[in-house]
């Protein structure tokens, strides 16, 4: 075997080994080009076959040819199965027909976790967790809560009135969505005697509607009947709360307030949980938070659920959950809880 013959061999043998290497149709062109084209190295081979003597230039031509072919068959190969593998790769995703895209996985709403945390913290201090239904009797909504029928909150203006069913007995005005969850300390009180230890969490409604009240939002109700309870008693047990519920020993305050079903009422703040009452920027500077309402149960609520108010006492609060889990989650505006928007959520991982 010539140098020549030898050269035509290890072209053909360079023209698979970079036929191999190329990833794309371009790729496997320009190697053709590079030997096969009209410059193409086994071309230029091709023109030194004039320059040899004639019994030479037959098996030197067959070689190349042979040479040449070969290369056009592996450059033709190289391109089918470039085009497979393309054609592999968009059809991919089906290739496995039991194969599920990975969904990421769901969390629970900021409310619900603080929903849940609250009931956790209650029921560890001994505390029932009840329920209450949504459309409520007025009656337990306002009337046996001492709220009376010329109460500001009885005004369409701040109350959703459901309609009852055609042709029943009831009138309009005598269903509600109940507008806070103290009508549940009616329900108990009907349906229980004291002692009487019970939080209810719960949706509520109102015609409220801007960055701060929403028509639709949650409320916890707390309520505790027995024999010679106090007031000292409900301090000291919001005080075990926010302190049980943040982690950190916080100071409660009352500030005299009124809410018809409660003598005397106050609304009740805690000490900031996030500088400890020196100032900061969620409790605006004043180094207290509001939380909400409460008080001693009023006598005549007792008498409207058949309970001895000289026998017993009671105490009862009720706060915001949306507002308490905005605090908890800094968020400013309480209409994103409700919004549904899932970016928006999956800043909460679990
Ligand atoms: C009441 O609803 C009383 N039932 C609380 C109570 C219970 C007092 C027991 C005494 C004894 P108030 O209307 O202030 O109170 O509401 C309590 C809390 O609900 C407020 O402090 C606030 O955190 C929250 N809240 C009231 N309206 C809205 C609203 N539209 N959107 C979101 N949160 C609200």
Do not use: N
């Given at each position: 075997m010539s140098d020549d013959e030898t050269l035509a061999g290890l072209l053909h043998a360079f023209v698979e080994v970079e036929l191999r290497g190329a990833l794309t149709l371009d790729d496997a062109y320009a190697c053709k080009v590079k030997y096969l084209g009209k410059k193409g190295l086994l071309t230029e081979l091709s023109r030194t076959l004039g320059s040899l003597a004639p019994e030479q230039r037959r098996a030197r031509g067959q070689e190349i040819n042979e040479a040449k072919a070969a290369a056009?068959?592996?450059?033709?190969?190289?391109?089918?199965?470039?085009?497979?593998?393309?054609?592999?790769?968009?059809?991919?995703?089906?290739?496995?027909?039991?194969?599920?895209?990975?969904?990421?996985?769901?969390?629970?709403?900021?409310?619900?976790?603080?929903?849940?945390?609250?009931?956790?913290?209650?029921?560890?201090?001994?505390?029932?967790?009840?329920?209450?239904p949504h459309v409520e009797w007025a009656r337990y909504n306002f009337d046996d809560l001492n709220i009376g029928p010329d109460h500001p909150a009885r005004d369409m203006a701040d109350t959703f009135f459901v309609s009852p069913p055609a042709g029943s007995r009831w009138s309009p005005g005598d269903l509600v969505l109940r507008t806070h969850t103290s009508p549940v300390q009616v329900r108990t009180m009907?349906?229980?005697?004291?002692?009487?230890?019970?939080?209810?969490?719960?949706?509520?409604?109102?015609?409220?509607?801007?960055?701060?009240?929403?028509?639709?939002?949650?409320?916890i109700e707390g309520l505790c009947v027995d024999e010679r309870v106090s007031m000292a008693d409900l301090r000291a047990t919001l005080y075990r709360f926010v302190s049980a519920f943040f982690e950190r020993p916080?100071?409660?305050?009352?500030?005299?307030?009124?809410?018809?079903?409660?003598?005397?009422?106050?609304?009740?703040?805690?000490?900031?949980?996030?500088?400890?009452?020196?100032?900061?920027?969620?409790?605006?500077?004043?180094?207290?938070?509001?939380?909400?309402?409460?008080?001693m149960v009023h006598p005549a609520v007792f008498e409207a659920c058949g309970i001895d108010p000289e026998r017993y006492t009671g105490w009862a609060f009720g706060f915001g959950i949306d507002r308490m889990a905005m605090l908890m989650h800094q968020i400013h505006d309480l209409r994103l809880l409700f919004e549904g928007d899932v970016r928006f959520l999956e800043q909460f991982p679990c």
């Open positions: 056009e068959l592996a450059y033709e190969a190289r391109c089918a199965a470039l085009k497979a593998e393309a054609e592999a790769r968009e059809l991919g995703v089906f290739e496995d027909l039991t194969w599920i895209p990975p969904t990421p996985p769901g969390t629970l709403h900021p409310v619900t976790r603080t929903r849940r945390a609250l009931e956790r913290v209650f029921a560890s201090m001994g505390f029932d967790v009840v329920d209450g009907l349906t229980r005697r004291p002692p009487i230890r019970i939080v209810a969490l719960g949706t509520v409604f109102r015609r409220d509607d801007d960055a701060t009240h929403s028509p639709m939002f949650h409320q916080l100071e409660v305050r009352f500030r005299p307030s009124f809410f018809p079903f409660v003598e005397p009422g106050a609304e009740f703040d805690m000490q900031c949980p996030f500088c400890g009452g020196k100032g900061c920027s969620v409790c605006k500077g004043s180094g207290w938070i509001e939380l909400g309402g409460a008080g």
